[in-house]
């Protein structure tokens, strides 16, 4: 199986580290693979505590210089040569990229999204969200090599009961003339602070916070909780809040441990973004808001009375551990 | 310019979904079918590129005839020509990025437009694979474009952030929200569409690359702990969250 894994400031992003431990449970005996572009001894030394064979370490470009194209030609000829029928990415920004390119060069069957892989490499059967979480669907490939990609946070990483010493072997490319996109300026919004696609925990405020100088209520439970602050498409149209903190059918798909919604009602086009969520809570002064029907703890308040006291509480509980 | 526009017939989200009888797609009984929300940044986005560089705006959707709908609204909101890749059967994504391949290939345009995703069955594969089989570089996820000669420079969203990314025509753009504000056509122009002609054409060949095993609804099996605002209950809710949920 070959996995496309991403490098992080302190070792490997979780979503990688999650691609590992989905591996592990369908690898049935053949080797676990990865493939990075530009990563330190370091950063890697995390992979074997989860169980990683083997990992290819690209140098001589950075995906930024590469372009998706390249990096689905560098991951697709390796593939090639290991004879892997198993390719796994993160449904993350840039596993949607690079995803269905590598699919297409390696005439692979693509089952992107998915929250649940059965069988065994070269039989994997896959289980995706459609109708915005509304049903499920199972796919099985009928090409030799499958792609896949799978929705963060939804397979835990763990590490294995058995950890390896990953085997790190470079492999130099060259990009010649072929660079069809070149990434120029890279920024990384709200500097410090999660995304909330990334988080494992979300904190969400809605209409119900009545104005944009309300919402530190939700950044402190946030902050006290670790989180990334989320937000309904009424408050981003108001201009309250940014579109990249938008949850929803128009905005990101989230899956964390723990979902908190504030002042927000629970329409579909919301449920849409979060409802595939571990833990789901809510906070609305209505008790009949849809929210409460998917919710798995709710309280029925004033967010202006009950957030500030759950902060406290929570900040309280955390600093105790 | 010459801009081809893919968009897709997709059940409207607050639709309630059942299983059909063959246990692997719903049942379309009940069901409003929409265009795309996404794919109207799509359209919006070419008409934009005509405006500013002249040329033709092309609508393709690959759907069954009732497709035919979504391909009047775009031409009311502006699109020149549509046409309908009749395919009741949608097999998988590389049957349709096939079909749109072909036309491609035939008519030549200079850049594609698609929506970010197709909101029914969420896989933001198209763009990429369309862009893969015809060999052009392509940029997802767009929220800024502007076209100057042959250069292409697009913003795109990325998790946690953007990039600003330059490439060629021809290539393959997929819409983001905030990329602009679609228009709404005007009553006449809607009458108009209804008698403009919709081109149709076959599916291509391609075999399907994956198969459906089953379609289930999710069992919601939320615990549905609603307490009130007492001081005890939300101490009660952090107990929960702490001891039970383990969140905490
Ligand atoms: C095509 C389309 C796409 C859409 N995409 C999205 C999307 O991606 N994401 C999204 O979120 N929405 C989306 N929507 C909009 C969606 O339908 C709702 O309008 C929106 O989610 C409502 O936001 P809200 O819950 O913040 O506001 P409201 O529906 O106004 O709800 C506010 C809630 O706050 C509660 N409240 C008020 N005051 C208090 C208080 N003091 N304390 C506690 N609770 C309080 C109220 O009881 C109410 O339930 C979309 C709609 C369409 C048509
Ligand atoms: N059947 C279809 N015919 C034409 N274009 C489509 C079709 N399905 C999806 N698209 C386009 O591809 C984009 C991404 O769809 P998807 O890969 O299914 O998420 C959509 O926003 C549309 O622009």
């Given at each position: 199986?070959?996995?496309?894994?991403?490098?992080?400031?302190?070792?490997?992003k979780?979503?990688?580290?999650?691609?590992?431990?989905?591996?592990?449970?369908?690898?049935g005996?053949?080797?676990?693979?990865?493939?990075?572009?530009?990563?330190?001894?370091?950063?890697?030394?995390?992979?074997?505590?989860?169980g990683?064979?083997?990992?290819?370490?690209?140098?001589?470009?950075?995906?930024?210089?590469?372009?998706?194209?390249?990096?689905?030609?560098?991951?697709?000829?390796?593939?090639?040569?290991?004879?892997?029928?198993?390719?796994?990415?993160?449904?993350?920004?840039?596993?949607?990229?690079?995803?269905?390119?590598?699919?297409?060069?390696l005439?692979?069957?693509?089952?992107?999204?998915?929250?649940?892989?059965?069988?065994?490499?070269?039989?994997?059967?896959?289980?995706?969200p459609?109708?915005?979480?509304?049903?499920?669907?199972r796919?099985?490939?009928?090409t030799?090599?499958?792609?896949?990609?799978?929705?963060?946070?939804v397979?835990?990483?763990?590490?294995?009961?058995?950890?390896?010493?990953?085997?790190?072997?470079?492999?130099?490319?060259?990009?010649?003339?072929?660079?069809?996109?070149?990434?120029?300026?890279?920024?990384?919004?709200?500097?410090?602070?999660?995304?909330v696609?990334?988080?494992d925990?979300?904190?969400?405020g809605?209409?119900?916070?009545?104005?944009?100088e309300?919402?530190?209520?939700?950044?402190?439970?946030?902050?006290?909780?670790?989180?990334?602050?989320?937000?309904?498409?009424?408050?981003?149209?108001?201009?309250?809040?940014?579109?990249?903190?938008?949850?929803?059918?128009?905005?990101?798909?989230?899956?964390?441990?723990?979902?908190?919604?504030?002042?927000?009602?629970?329409?579909?086009?919301?449920?849409?973004?979060?409802?595939?969520?571990?833990?789901?809570?809510?906070?609305?002064?209505?008790?009949?808001?849809?929210?409460?029907?998917?919710?798995?703890?709710?309280?029925?308040?004033?967010?202006f009375?009950v957030?500030?006291?759950?902060?406290?509480?929570?900040?309280?509980?955390?600093?105790?551990? | 310019?010459?801009?081809?526009?893919?968009?897709?017939?997709?059940?409207?989200?607050?639709?309630?979904?059942?299983v059909?009888a063959?246990?692997?797609?719903i049942?379309?009984?009940?069901?409003?079918?929409?265009?795309?929300?996404?794919?109207?940044?799509?359209?919006?986005?070419?008409l934009?590129?005509?405006?500013?560089?002249?040329?033709?705006?092309?609508?393709?959707?690959?759907?069954?005839?009732?497709?035919?709908?979504?391909?009047?609204?775009?031409?009311?909101?502006?699109?020149?020509?549509?046409?309908?890749?009749?395919?009741?059967?949608?097999?998988?994504?590389?049957?349709?990025?096939?079909?749109?391949?072909?036309?491609?290939?035939?008519?030549?345009?200079?850049?594609?437009?698609?929506?970010?995703?197709?909101?029914?069955?969420?896989?933001?594969?198209?763009?990429?694979?369309?862009?893969?089989?015809?060999?052009?570089?392509?940029?997802?996820?767009?929220?800024a474009?502007?076209?100057?000669?042959?250069?292409?420079?697009?913003?795109?969203?990325?998790?946690?952030?953007?990039?600003?990314?330059?490439?060629?025509?021809?290539?393959?753009?997929?819409?983001?929200?905030?990329?602009?504000?679609?228009?709404?056509?005007?009553?006449?122009?809607?009458?108009?569409?209804?008698?403009?002609?919709v081109?149709?054409?076959?599916?291509s060949?391609?075999?399907?690359?994956?198969?459906?095993?089953?379609?289930?609804?999710?069992?919601?099996?939320?615990?549905?702990?609603?307490?009130?605002?007492s001081e005890?209950?939300?101490?009660?809710?952090?107990?929960?969250?702490?001891?039970?949920?383990?969140?905490?």
């Open positions: 199986m070959l996995l496309y894994l991403e490098p992080s400031s302190n070792g490997l979780r979503s990688s580290l999650e691609l590992i431990t989905a591996a592990r449970a369908v690898a005996g053949s080797t676990i693979t990865g493939l990075v572009i530009g990563a330190t001894e370091e950063q890697l030394a995390v992979a074997g505590e989860y990683l064979q083997e990992c290819i370490v690209i140098t001589g470009t950075t995906p930024q210089q590469a372009g998706n194209s390249n990096v689905a030609k560098i991951i697709a000829d390796t593939a090639t040569e290991l004879g892997t029928k198993t390719v796994l990415f993160a449904a993350n920004s840039t596993g949607k990229d690079v995803a269905p390119r590598t699919a297409v060069r005439q692979a069957a693509i089952i992107p999204d998915c929250v649940e892989l059965h069988g065994t490499t070269g039989a994997i059967e896959a289980v995706r459609v109708f915005a979480g509304k049903a499920f669907q796919l099985s490939s009928t030799p090599t499958t792609v896949f990609t799978l929705r963060p946070n397979f835990t990483a763990k590490k294995s009961d058995a950890p390896v010493q990953t085997a790190v072997r470079s492999k130099t490319v060259t990009i010649g003339a072929d660079v069809r996109t070149t990434v120029v300026t890279n920024t990384t919004l709200n500097q410090g602070s999660l995304d696609a990334e988080a925990i979300v904190v969400s809605g209409r119900g916070l009545k104005a944009p309300h919402f530190n209520l939700v950044e402190d439970l946030a902050n006290a909780l670790g989180g990334a602050v989320g937000a309904s498409r009424a408050v981003v149209d108001a201009g309250w809040r940014p579109h990249r903190e938008q949850v929803g059918q128009t905005g990101k798909t989230v899956s964390p441990t723990m979902y908190v919604a504030c002042g927000i009602s629970g329409a579909v086009q919301h449920l849409a973004g979060m409802s595939s969520s571990k833990i789901i809570v809510a906070i609305n002064k209505d008790k009949d808001a849809p929210i409460f029907k998917v919710a798995d703890y709710g309280i029925v308040g004033d967010v009375d957030l500030p006291k759950l902060t406290a509480k929570i900040s309280a509980l955390t600093s105790h551990n | 310019m010459n801009i081809l526009v893919c968009i897709s017939l997709v059940p409207d989200t607050t639709s309630k979904i059942v059909g063959d246990g692997k797609t049942n379309p009984q009940g069901v409003k079918f929409i265009l795309n929300p996404y794919d109207e940044f799509a359209i919006e986005e070419g934009q590129l005509k405006q500013k560089h002249g040329g033709t705006v092309t609508t393709v959707t690959v759907g069954p005839p009732t497709a035919k709908e979504i391909l009047q609204r775009a031409l009311a909101m502006g699109s020149d020509n549509a046409v309908l890749v009749n395919d009741s059967n949608c097999a998988d994504s590389f049957a349709v990025a096939s079909s749109i391949a072909d036309l491609a290939k035939e008519t030549s345009p200079d850049v594609i437009i698609f929506g970010r995703q197709s909101i029914d069955y969420d896989s933001l594969v198209l763009p990429g694979m369309v862009a893969e089989i015809l060999g052009w570089p392509s940029v997802t996820m767009v929220s474009l502007t076209i100057e000669g042959t250069t292409v420079t697009a913003e795109r969203d990325i998790d946690g952030g953007k990039e600003s990314v330059t490439t060629t025509l021809p290539c393959v753009i997929s819409a983001q929200k905030g990329l602009n504000e679609p228009r709404y056509p005007k009553l006449p122009d809607i009458m108009k569409a209804k008698s403009k002609p081109a149709e054409r076959t599916p060949a391609a075999a399907a690359r994956t198969a459906v095993v089953g379609m289930t609804l999710p069992d919601s099996k939320r615990l549905n702990k609603i307490l009130g605002d005890a209950d939300i101490n009660e809710l952090v107990r929960l969250l702490h001891e039970e949920a383990k969140v905490v």
